[in-house]
Nanobody, 122 residues
């Protein structure tokens, strides 16, 4: 069974940076598609970024140029470097994984972490 644990969230001022980590256990995820989703209060969970096992990545427009998704297969860990943070980035951030191709909806992922809170003050 795959377990995902996020860390690195916190409170930061607008314009600041945070780096989130997602540590996986139970299985090596180097062949998996992994993604970061986020859910703001009162809103649906939405995709932020995806990383596929060939190293390719995808970002939604709202984070493109500010966020960088990466993975360290040796540590079985995925990261999300978030720069130039805005108040609208405030959300609970979740990591997700699937042995399949993944996609932009939460239904396409099989494993989820518990989430880490990111608060960006103006």
């Amino acid at each position: 069974q795959v377990q995902l644990v996020e860390s690195g969230g916190g409170l930061v001022q607008a314009g600041g940076s945070l780096r989130l980590s997602c540590a996986a256990s139970g299985r090596t995820l180097s062949s998996y598609t992994m993604a970061w989703f986020r859910q703001a209060p009162g809103k649906e969970r939405e995709l932020a970024a995806i990383t596929w096992n060939d190293g390719s990545t995808y970002y939604v427009d709202s984070v493109k140029g500010r966020f960088t998704i990466s993975r360290d297969n040796g540590k079985n860990t995925m990261y999300l470097q978030m720069n130039s943070l805005k108040p609208e980035d405030t959300a609970v951030y979740y990591c997700a994984a699937t042995p399949g191709l993944g996609g932009d909806t939460s239904l396409e992922y099989d494993y989820w972490g518990q989430g880490t809170q990111v608060n960006v003050s103006s």
